[in-house]
Nanobody, 119 residues
Framework: QVQLVESGGGLVQPGGSLRLSCAAS????????MGWYRQAPGQQRELVAT???????????ADSVKGRFTISRDNDNAKNMVYLEMNSLRPEDTAVYYC?????????WGQGTQVTVSA
């Protein structure tokens, strides 16, 4: 089992920035990929960004966030963190953001953190 806890959401004005954090615990050795997804009201959950757990950490982004969002990880000193740096935020980025961890046979989700972009 893997437990994921997100933090860092909130209210921000258009053009502003936020940094989301996800702390992973439990059977973290089984994780192959970690990522962020989001779900806006009335819409399906969608991929935002992913990063592989091993090696150099290969990243992948949704077209809508490329150049504005950056996913990163910190596995040093027993930390198991994944971050999402969000810049130039737009009202359409408003959603609940979920941390996700994919293992070989399972996928895990955090409880979500609300991001609201509004003037």
């Amino acid at each position: 089992q893997v437990q994921l806890v997100e933090s860092g959401g909130g209210l921000v004005q258009p053009g502003g920035s936020l940094r989301l954090s996800c702390a992973a615990s439990g059977s973290i050795f089984s994780i192959n990929v970690m990522g962020w997804y989001r779900q806006a009201p009335g819409q399906q959950r969608e991929l935002v960004a992913t990063i592989t757990s091993g090696g150099i950490g290969r990243t992948n982004y949704a077209d809508s966030v490329k150049g504005r969002f950056t996913i990163s990880r910190d596995n040093d000193n027993a930390k198991n963190m994944v971050y999402l740096e969000m810049n130039s935020l737009r009202p359409e980025d408003t959603a609940v953001y979920y941390c996700n961890a994919k293992a070989t046979l399972s996928a895990y989700w955090g409880q979500g953190t609300q991001v609201t972009v509004s003037a």
